[in-house]
């Protein structure tokens, strides 16, 4: 599936101009900067696996936080209250 999908691709090459070329060049040098950094990434967490320095890897939670709203507040900043509070 992978090398008709790369056949497709090569062939389609044909029909880019020079521009379109240097974009889609500039995208595959991302694309791979972002692999090999993964790679290198999973080789070393492997290492510290290996050698017993860790026991696990904990994958970070991506939940999106929601966005506050700022509240307006009427009189002194809090930041003076705060200060005149602390004397």
Request: net charge positive; hydrophobic share 35%; proline share 2%.
């Amino acid at each position: 599936m992978a090398q008709a999908i790369l056949q497709k691709i090569l062939n389609q090459l044909q029909e880019l101009e020079l521009e379109e070329l240097q974009q889609l060049n500039q995208a595959i040098d991302k694309h791979l900067a972002v692999k090999q950094e993964t790679a290198n990434q999973t080789t070393f967490y492997q290492a510290l696996l290996n050698s017993g320095l860790i026991r696990q890897i904990k994958h970070p939670s991506y939940v999106q936080t929601t966005q506050h709203k700022l509240v307006q507040v009427r009189g002194k900043p809090i930041s003076e209250t705060i200060v005149e509070e602390r004397r």
